[in-house]
């Protein structure tokens, strides 16, 4: 079974940090760029960041850039974000998505698996 | 940056309605739109990829139309299940595609 479960969410302090993480299963995660998308609670979705297959390719929102960083270990099939300095604005549930393509230049390209989430809460 | 704008942006609707939802796009992205269903309390599930593409396992009345600026997703007979948020995504602009608003369709 194609699978994404992320994990590492939780509540936080206003300019703390976090990394989350995701875990894929049941597909050749090497062969497919990754992606990060948030849902803050009751809104809709935003990209928040994307990698391609050999993380030679990256990139951010304008609303993250310079505090998130997307990475990947093919060997342990898994995806990274490491969030820093979070605002109340970064609250919300982050999604891992699978893209159709290799890379996340080019064009084109879905998101075709998606994680049921982990939630990001960022008060004092 | 790509901005797509989705009308309405939610509309009511009885079971076995037709229903089209529009997504217009800031400026050209060819055919590379995808729509999304999202039902409360789970991720987004791809439909329609490439504008047009119907997603496996899809039921067929799900269609997509359009290319460079102006989008459709229409459900030709909507079903209980239907009941949901749609989203409509832009991949022309890479690394940074982005979501439309997202539309609610409700039971009438």
């Given at each position: 079974?194609?699978?994404?479960?992320?994990?590492?969410?939780?509540?936080?302090?206003?300019?703390?940090?976090?990394?989350?993480?995701?875990?894929?299963?049941?597909?050749?995660?090497?062969?497919?760029?990754?992606?990060?998308?948030?849902?803050?609670?009751?809104?809709?979705?935003?990209?928040?960041?994307?990698?391609?297959?050999?993380?030679?390719?990256?990139?951010?929102?304008?609303?993250?850039?310079?505090?998130?960083?997307?990475?990947?270990?093919?060997?342990?099939?898994?995806?990274?974000?490491?969030?820093?300095?979070?605002?109340?604005?970064?609250?919300?549930?982050?999604?891992?998505?699978?893209?159709?393509?290799?890379?996340?230049?080019?064009?084109?390209?879905?998101?075709d698996v998606w994680g049921q989430g982990?939630?990001?809460?960022?008060?004092? | 940056?790509?901005?797509?704008?989705?009308?309405?942006?939610?509309?009511?609707?009885?079971?076995?309605?037709?229903?089209?939802?529009?997504?217009?796009?800031?400026?050209?992205?060819?055919?590379?739109?995808?729509?999304?269903?999202?039902?409360?309390?789970?991720?987004?599930?791809?439909?329609?990829?490439?504008?047009?593409?119907?997603?496996?396992?899809?039921?067929?009345?799900?269609?997509?139309?359009?290319?460079?600026?102006?989008?459709?997703?229409?459900?030709?007979?909507?079903?209980?299940?239907?009941?949901?948020?749609?989203?409509?995504?832009?991949?022309?602009?890479?690394?940074?595609?982005?979501?439309g608003g997202g539309t609610k369709v409700?039971?009438?």
């Amino acid at each position: 079974e194609v699978q994404l479960v992320e994990s590492g969410g939780g509540l936080v302090q206003p300019g703390r940090s976090l990394r989350l993480s995701c875990a894929a299963s049941g597909f050749t995660f090497v062969d497919y760029a990754m992606h990060w998308v948030r849902q803050a609670p009751g809104k809709g979705l935003e990209w928040v960041s994307g990698i391609s297959w050999n993380s030679g390719s990256i990139g951010y929102a304008d609303s993250v850039k310079g505090r998130f960083t997307i990475s990947r270990d093919n060997a342990q099939n898994s995806l990274y974000l490491q969030v820093n300095s979070l605002t109340t604005e970064d609250t919300a549930l982050y999604y891992c998505a699978k893209d159709t393509y290799i890379a996340v230049t080019g064009g084109g390209g879905a998101f075709d698996v998606w994680g049921q989430g982990t939630m990001v809460t960022v008060s004092s | 940056d790509i901005q797509m704008t989705q009308s309405p942006s939610s509309l009511s609707a009885s079971v076995g309605d037709r229903v089209t939802i529009t997504c217009r796009a800031s400026r050209s992205i060819s055919n590379y739109l995808n729509w999304y269903q999202q039902k409360p309390g789970q991720a987004p599930k791809l439909l329609i990829y490439a504008a047009s593409s119907l997603q496996s396992g899809v039921p067929s009345r799900f269609s997509g139309s359009g290319s460079g600026t102006d989008f459709t997703l229409a459900i030709s007979s909507l079903q209980p299940e239907d009941f949901a948020i749609y989203y409509c995504q832009q991949t022309y602009s890479v690394p940074s595609p982005s979501f439309g608003g997202g539309t609610k369709v409700e039971i009438k």
